[in-house]
């Protein structure tokens, strides 16, 4: 089985033969057919994020067929379609209960090791970045026997992480004006959440020219280039003092406080982007005494088991873009390469797929 393993910071992600078990309680066995190509997982190539526990088996974003159920599955069976929620949900936790899925507080998600080679342990939560996966049946989303997996795949994390923000966390009202920091993948949705939102005004922030562009298709109605001028300053121009939302979607402190200080007063800054580990946010204090908030959002605040379908219901209505998310397909012996793309502002998304 092949996979994609990180071994340590600035050094190419190697893709090698590992042997994989079979799925234990609670598990099954997954054959991926796409598997989106994420910030976060070059977040440890880059270490961004610190990942201590090597060698790690990568990828998060990613859709597949059940091929072996372990003991105790009940819901899912061999030739199921489904998409990886990027958090299990057991349920009947208090998260879960809430209806706060995606924080669930039964699968706390702790590396686990179901791969080896030569008897060494390989570790990984649900990779996506290898030919079979094993996943927790309750992060098992299933899907319409018609769903294009090689694109949908995108729904287990740009799509909902960035839409979910915007609808389910932020609760961005009918004509409320709204800025996203960053326009990858993640961002992208973001803006066309504002469109399912209804916004009156989304203005898209990013320094690469491209990148603008494809905001603009997914629904900008204003493009701020970073390069060239201060977001800050224009958003406040645009909205007559300030944005209502704005939402950081890169993964940087320092877009955080812009982030605050672009939204009004009464208005909300929205931590989307994984920040880096053990780096703090400062935020000027008289900003939150008027009435502004800065909260985060995790995975789109997702109820995985309803949203998912729900986002699909959209896609096959024309009333989401997916197709257009997808710059390029790739064989998992090129992700170095759609890392490469994806730094250099090539594409929206690649997705690594499967024969
Ligand atoms: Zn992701
Ligand atoms: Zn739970």
């Given at each position: 089985m092949k996979a994609a393993v990180f071994y340590q910071t600035n050094v190419p992600v190697s893709i090698e033969e590992l042997e994989i078990e079979a799925p234990r309680e609670g598990e099954v066995l997954l054959d991926i057919v796409g598997a989106g190509v994420c910030h976060s997982d070059y977040h440890f190539v880059d270490g961004h994020i610190k990942r201590e526990v090597t060698p790690w088996v990568m990828g998060h974003e990613g859709a597949g067929v059940v091929v072996e159920t372990g003991p105790g599955v009940t819901n899912l069976t061999p030739g199921d379609k489904v998409i990886l929620s990027l958090d299990a949900m057991c349920g009947y936790c208090r998260t879960c209960s809430q209806?706060?899925?995606?924080?669930?507080?039964?699968?706390?998600d702790l590396p686990v090791s179901r791969m080896q080679k030569n008897g060494q342990p390989f570790y990984h939560?649900?990779?996506?970045?290898?030919?079979q996966s094993i996943a927790l049946a309750d992060a098992c989303v299933k899907v319409p026997r018609e769903t294009p997996l090689e694109k949908a795949c995108l729904i287990s994390c740009a799509v909902i992480t960035g839409i979910g923000a915007v609808?389910?966390?932020?609760k961005v009202e009918t004509g409320a004006t709204m800025a996203v920091f960053g326009c990858g993948g993640v961002g992208l949705n973001a803006i066309q959440g504002g469109v399912l939102a209804s916004a009156g005004k989304i203005i898209a922030v990013d320094k690469v020219p491209y990148k603008l562009e494809l905001a603009e298709q997914f629904g900008a109605t204003h493009l701020v280039n970073a390069d060239k001028e201060d977001p800050v300053q224009r958003i406040k121009e645009i909205t007559g003092g300030g944005a209502d939302y704005a939402f950081e979607v890169v993964g940087f402190p320092v877009l955080v406080r812009q982030a605050i200080d672009s939204v009004r007063p009464t208005g909300t800054a929205v931590v989307v982007g994984v920040q880096p580990t053990g780096e703090d946010i400062y935020v000027d204090g008289w900003d939150l005494l008027h009435d502004r908030a800065l909260i985060g959002g995790w995975h789109g605040a997702a109820t995985a088991r309803v949203d998912f379908l729900w986002l699909l219901d959209l896609y096959n209505q024309g009333k989401i873009k997916l197709d257009e998310l997808i710059s390029r397909y790739r064989p998992l012996d090129e992700l170095n390469e759609a890392f490469d793309d994806m730094n250099q502002g090539r594409v929206a998304r690649s997705v690594i797929v499967f024969d």
């Open positions: 209806g706060s899925p995606a924080l669930c507080e039964t699968h706390p939560v649900r990779p996506t970045f290898v030919e609808v389910n966390r932020a």
